[in-house]
């Protein structure tokens, strides 16, 4: 039996995921969105690039949750995305109830799946799908660490003038202007970052990744990054799906790691068949534990909103 993958959100983000799931043929996939036709249609438009790109899976379209059941993966983009000036938390109230509203119905019709959060504010969004679902926190993934890395190592392989795939790195913390890119734990193929470019470069960098998002959403005016955070997403899926248990960086409910509880936080995890099957606690220098405290503190922030929202 082919594996399967819900899509919730034929957006941007959402329909690119489908893209990528298809030419790499990981799964059948079923597009879901509130606007009526974009599924459907975006859906047939994907099916019909099966016989020029040589991929053999089905690819539907559908505005209820029927077709859906039974996923195996469920990856949650749906909700607005930030327009120039916005912050990813102006999102927070929105998307809340929209994640709300999908989780509900992702959890009746697919009890099992495994979900990928990719609406922003992420970690809230994380916090939000766990909390309706009821999934255990294997279950319940962010997508934010590994489009942050991939922005990192991008601008450092750029500045070095090496390949992308030779830099090593890692960023931990929440999806905001606070991650965490780890600095003393990049490299490029075992050389030590701190080797190859001066302080000032790295900070430069390491400020660039965390306005990665907004430099794109300034270039665009209308809406915010989907080609790499569709890739981030896929990467994620293709680890549970084929059990390569790749190390990523995730947003996932600490349980005391790190000093941190009851927040979703990105950090290093194991993703297999069972979803998180490892949460790795490294050891962080003082420094970089208070960054990393700094970040979960602005994670807080939102979901003590949210806690009070749920109350009301
Ligand atoms: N985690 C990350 O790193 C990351 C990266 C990029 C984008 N995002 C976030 O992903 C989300 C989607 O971004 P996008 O660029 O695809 O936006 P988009 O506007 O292109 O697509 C969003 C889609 O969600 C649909 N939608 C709205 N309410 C819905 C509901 N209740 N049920 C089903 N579908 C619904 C809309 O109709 C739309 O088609 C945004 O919140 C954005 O901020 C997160």
Redesign the pocket.
Known sequence: MRKKVTV????????NCALRIAEKELADVVL????EG?PQGKGLDLLKSGPVQGYDIGITGTNDYAPTANSDIVII??????KPGMS?DD?LLA?YE?VK??TEQVAKHSPNAILI????P?DAMCWTAMRVSGFPRERVI???GV??TARYRTFLAEALQVSAQNVQAMVLGG?GDTMVPLVRLTSVSGIPLTELLPQDQIDAIVTRTRNG?AEIVKHLKT????YA?SA?AVEMAESILKDQKKVLPSAVLLQGEYGIKDLFVGVPVKLGAKGVEKVYEIKLTESEKAELDKSAGAVKELIDVLKEKAKA
């Open positions: 919730v959100g034929a957006g941007n983000v959402g329909a879901v969105d509130v606007v974009v983009t749906a909700g607005l995305a930030r990813r999102l998307n929209v509203a999908c959060l990719v609406t922003n992420l962010g997508m934010a489009l942050d999806h998002g809406g915010s990054a989907y955070p981030a």
